[in-house]
């Protein structure tokens, strides 16, 4: 949790500066939990952004990873425009950290704060053009969540089912288990391979009487 001070000691300057404040005074307006402060500082200094900053933020909320291809297919803009916007975006303060290859990790509370401020349409939409995104490229896990947060369910069955034997395979079953539980039965049941892999998941994890249940 260390990295998170980084980024509220960078919204902190930024809003004292927006709002010509003095330490004291800024300090006197701050909340006392620490998820509070970045609701705060998050809330005004994106309140103080131009429009279409605002808006590419809101779009790009739902990505766990934010890298100039993910965020032009969830906010419609070209490469070289995104390129720019994340410039803009990152001198804000708002990512706390570079991942290499472009690709940046807003602070977990910074974009739990942009998604329960997004307008849930908006928020499913973006979550569905992210999930086919991350379709094209063969992720997925993050297709499969994507399309679950959109409320794609028969989206998330299909992303789950390619996804199955490789989870197996790695030892990665418990992503399996994990996300096949908020499928809606009927997408599951309808795709005998998946519930085979389900049953296979469980009975790793010694869930013997529930892989039975599956199985049948």
Known sequence: ???????????????????????????????????EIFAYLSDRVISAMPDHVQEFIADC???????????????????????????????YGLLCIDLGAQ??????????????????????????RAARYYRRIEQYESAARHSLAAGDHPSAARDLEQLAPALLESGRH???????????????????????????ALRLLSRFDESSQVAR
């Open 1 to 35: 949790e260390t990295e998170g001070w980084p980024v509220a000691l960078a919204l902190f300057g930024r809003h004292m500066v927006d709002r010509h404040l003095d330490v004291e005074t800024m300090l006197g307006e701050l909340p006392d939990t620490r998820s």
């Open 61 to 91: 909320a739902c990505l766990e990873t934010w890298d100039p291809a993910a965020c032009a297919e969830v906010t419609g803009l070209t490469i070289p425009e995104v390129e720019m916007v994340l410039s803009a975006v990152s001198g």
């Open 103 to 128: 690709q940046h990790r807003l602070h977990h509370l910074v974009r739990d704060q942009l998604m329960a401020i997004a307008p849930p349409p908006r928020l499913r939409a973006a979550h569905g």
């Open 174 to 200: 418990r992503i399996l288990t994990a996300l096949l539980p908020s499928i809606d039965a009927s997408e599951v049941d309808s795709r005998p391979g998946l519930l085979l892999a389900y049953s296979r």
